[in-house]
């Protein structure tokens, strides 16, 4: 059966509640062309007009959720970026040592930058870092640790005080 017929019976109150969820009418009109683009994609969608009803409404409310993650995301990113590369020298640094911290910062490995942005960048707690990553607190504990290490080695090549156990560890 084609949903297409069931789906034109809808359109008025797919519009009308696609634009409570969304900023504008364009955004709203979006929302619902994305759902009507899933159903007829979908080989499981609903063939009954009762049942077509909520599922399109699910599909609309959870494309506008997904879009307002994304975003926030790219928000929180942006603000990140900006905060990380500032309009010039980080706070209480030259533009020389701005640029080297970043620079060191970039040489990183993806998992000591991803910890220092989560937590140096972003401001997460330990918890809410763990709970990103998916990782016990104090497993992100270390990591900020020895990421920072890692990062002051890059900024200062010069040997870092600290137990000869916490250099055996780091080397792993």
Same mark, same amino acid.
């Given at each position: 059966?084609?949903? +297409?017929?069931?789906?034109?019976?809808?359109?008025?109150?797919?519009?009308?509640?696609?634009?409570?969820?969304? &900023?504008?009418?364009?955004?709203?009109?979006?929302?619902?062309?994305?759902?009507?683009?899933?159903?007829?994609?979908?080989?499981?969608?609903? *063939?009954?007009?009762?049942?077509?009803?909520? +599922?399109?409404?699910? !599909?609309?409310?959870?494309?506008?959720?997904? @879009?307002?993650?994304?975003?926030?995301?790219?928000? @929180?990113?942006?603000?990140?970026?900006?905060?990380?590369?500032?309009?010039?020298?980080?706070?209480?640094?030259?533009? @020389?040592?701005?640029?080297?911290?970043?620079?060191?910062?970039?040489?990183?490995?993806?998992?000591?930058?991803?910890?220092?942005?989560?937590? &140096?960048?972003?401001?997460?707690?330990?918890?809410?870092?763990?709970?990103?990553?998916?990782?016990?607190?104090? !497993?992100?504990?270390?990591?900020?640790?020895?990421?920072? *290490?890692?990062?002051?080695?890059?900024?200062?090549?010069?040997?870092?005080?600290?137990?000869?156990?916490?250099?055996?560890?780091? *080397?792993?």
């Amino acid at each position: 059966m084609d949903a +297409w017929p069931l789906i034109t019976q809808l359109l008025p109150d797919l519009r009308a509640y696609a634009r409570t969820l969304a &900023d504008s009418a364009q955004d709203a009109e979006d929302l619902v062309g994305d759902a009507i683009e899933r159903t007829i994609r979908s080989d499981r969608y609903p *063939r009954e007009l009762d049942r077509l009803r909520p +599922w399109m409404f699910r !599909t609309i409310r959870n494309l506008a959720f997904d @879009e307002l993650r994304k975003r926030r995301v790219r928000r @929180e990113y942006a603000q990140a970026l900006t905060r990380l590369e500032g309009a010039g020298a980080a706070p209480g640094l030259s533009v @020389e040592d701005s640029a080297l911290l970043r620079r060191a910062y970039e040489m990183l490995n993806g998992r000591e930058r991803e910890i220092l942005f989560l937590v &140096d960048v972003m401001g997460f707690s330990y918890t809410e870092a763990a709970s990103v990553l998916e990782v016990p607190k104090g !497993t992100v504990m270390s990591r900020v640790s020895r990421a920072r *290490r890692a990062l002051l080695q890059r900024v200062d090549p010069q040997p870092t005080a600290g137990s000869a156990k916490e250099r055996e560890r780091d *080397r792993r």
